[in-house]
C-alpha cells in the first residue's frame, strides 16, 4: 500500500495551491482520509478529514473556510484545495489513509 502527495511548492501569500494524494495498492475508497501538515520545530497536526463516501467533512479552526478536502474514488486519489494561503500555513503537508502515511510535500508561503 502507497500514498504519494503531490502539488506542493512556493506560492505568494494569498495565494492557491491544489494537493493531490493517489493512492496504490489499496482502494481508497473503503477508507477515510485525512491530510496533515507538520512545520519545522512543530508537531504534526491534522488539517482536514473526508469520509471515504465524501459525504462528511472536517477541518481544523486554523485552516477553516480556506481549504476544501474532497475525494475523486474512482481515481483513487484525494485532494486539498488551499486557498488565501497565509505564511503561518508553510509546512511539509501529508496524507493518510488505512494506517498509510504519504511521503509529504512541501508548501512554501512567502512573499
Known amino acids: 500500500e502507497l500514498l504519494v502527495e503531490s502539488g506542493g511548492g512556493l506560492v505568494q501569500p494569498g495565494g492557491s495551491l491544489r494537493l493531490s494524494c493517489a493512492a496504490s495498492?489499496?482502494?481508497?475508497?473503503?477508507?477515510?482520509m485525512s491530510w496533515h501538515r507538520q512545520a519545522p520545530g512543530k508537531e504534526r497536526e491534522l488539517v482536514a478529514v473526508?469520509?471515504?463516501?465524501?459525504?462528511?467533512?472536517n477541518y481544523a479552526h486554523s485552516v477553516k473556510g480556506r481549504f476544501t478536502i474532497s475525494r475523486d474514488n474512482a481515481k483513487n486519489t484525494g485532494y486539498l484545495q488551499m486557498n488565501s494561503l497565509k505564511p503561518e500555513d508553510t509546512a511539509v503537508y501529508y496524507c493518510?489513509?488505512?494506517?498509510?502515511w504519504g511521503q509529504g510535500t512541501q508548501v512554501t508561503v512567502s512573499s
Open positions: 493518510y489513509a488505512y494506517f498509510v
Open positions: 495498492g489499496f482502494s481508497l475508497s473503503s477508507h477515510t
Open positions: 473526508i469520509t471515504s463516501t465524501g459525504d462528511s467533512t
